[in-house]
């Protein structure tokens, strides 16, 4: 079983950039799939971005090409989620999720392990 812990949230004002990163408590993230999910104030909880769990083909939501990236850090024990261009539409409480799942995995039910969440505040 993997714990995902996020950090990185924060203020920021539109048109800059943020860093999430996970890390696992527990085991490593080398043999999962990855993915963020986010959930904007009074809204359902969306796919953000994915990176498969052995190939590292990433998936991301039409709102956020271009302008997101996920990527896995060395061992792959660290994912990030690298936000550039940020709108107050990404105003949101950013969720880290694993997967035991070979496929794409870009829907909440696809995910086993979640973490506890980290805001991000997107000012205009």
């Known amino acids: 079983q993997v714990q995902p812990v996020e950090s990185g949230g924060g203020l920021v004002q539109a048109g800059g950039s943020l860093r999430l990163s996970c890390t696992p408590s527990?085991?490593?993230?080398?043999?999962?799939?990855m993915g963020w999910f986010r959930q904007p104030p009074g809204k359902e909880r969306e796919f953000v971005a994915a990176v498969s769990r052995w190939d590292d083909t990433t998936f991301y939501a039409d709102s956020v090409k271009g302008r997101f990236a996920i990527s896995r850090g060395n061992a792959k024990n660290t994912v990030y989620l690298q936000m550039n261009n940020l709108k107050p539409d990404d105003t949101a409480v950013y969720y880290c999720?694993?997967?035991?799942?070979?496929?794409?995995?870009?829907?909440?039910?696809?995910?086993?392990?979640w973490g506890q969440g980290t805001q991000v505040t997107v000012s205009s």
């Open positions: 527990g085991r490593t993230f080398r043999d999962y799939g």
């Open positions: 999720a694993a997967t035991t799942r070979d496929f794409r995995a870009v829907a909440e039910v696809d995910y086993d392990y």
